[in-house]
């Protein structure tokens, strides 16, 4: 079956460094691939999404790129604030099959000042 | 944000009693989903519903059944409660029928805790 594989946390990171998260993931076909984000308490919010190989998505300074040779989606931000702190959760879905998702882990994600 | 509500967000049982979550959506989309969130596992997908009384199973449905009588509700129910299935328990919704109907909408989240 579908699966996805994203680096385990926590990462830890002073604000303003760079931050990646890596998510590989394995499907018959092409997928719709997407990141998730948890803050504290909360539920998940649609942070990017890519439909197609070569795809980038970007939201609020993050990125992240279909890499169908890879079967890649990394997630990339330049310089991380306190407030990015949260669960980040890379997903797949093939909108034919109702675009269930199928979800990676998670990584946690702690930004200090 | 999507009109989405879970009820309750919190509930404490003991094992063995039934217990039933209730997904509440004023967005009229079709599919309607109930995952549930642990440690490690990110969040797994219990069942889910194309339509009013068409429903499905998903990765981890043992234990749980579903019913969806009109388009905004969706009911998740453990027959039985067991200490396994203390979790965090999400609703979500999409609507492939729309431009961007590829993206599921989250719900705030049922925390359940088995005694």
């Known amino acids: 079956g579908d699966s996805v594989t994203q680096m385990e946390g926590p990462v830890t990171l002073s604000e303003e460094a760079c931050l990646t998260i890596?998510?590989?993931?394995?499907?018959?076909?092409?997928?719709?691939l997407f990141w998730y984000v948890q803050y504290p308490g909360e539920g998940l919010q649609l942070l990017l999404k890519?439909?197609?190989?070569?795809d980038k998505g970007s939201n609020k300074g993050f990125e992240a790129t279909y890499r169908k040779e890879t079967t890649s989606f990394h997630l990339e931000k330049g310089s991380v604030q306190v407030s990015d702190s949260a669960v980040y959760f890379c997903?797949?879905?093939?909108?034919?099959?109702?675009?269930?998702?199928?979800f990676g882990g998670g990584t946690r994600v702690l930004v200090k000042p | 944000d999507a009109g989405i509500t879970q009820s309750p967000r919190h509930k404490v049982t003991e094992t063995g009693t039934p217990v039933t979550l209730r997904c509440h959506q004023t967005?009229?989309?079709?599919?309607m989903y109930w995952y549930r969130q642990d440690p490690g596992h990110g969040l797994r997908l219990i069942h889910y519903?194309?339509?009013?009384?068409?429903?499905d199973k998903g990765e981890v449905s043992d234990g749980y059944s579903v019913s969806r009588s009109k388009t905004e509700d969706f009911l998740l129910t453990l027959e039985s409660a067991t200490s396994s299935q203390t979790s965090v328990y999400f609703c979500?919704?999409?609507?492939?029928?729309?431009?961007?109907?590829?993206?599921?909408?989250f719900g705030p989240g049922t925390r359940l805790t088995v005694l």
């Open positions: 967005e009229n989309h079709r599919y």
């Open positions: 890519a439909t197609k190989a070569d």
């Open positions: 997903a797949l879905s093939f909108k034919a099959a109702g675009n269930k998702l199928t």
């Open positions: 890596n998510c590989t993931y394995t499907a018959t076909g092409y997928p719709s």
């Open positions: 519903s194309y339509g009013v009384k068409d429903t």
């Open positions: 979500a919704i999409s609507d492939s029928r729309l431009p961007l109907g590829d993206e599921q909408f």
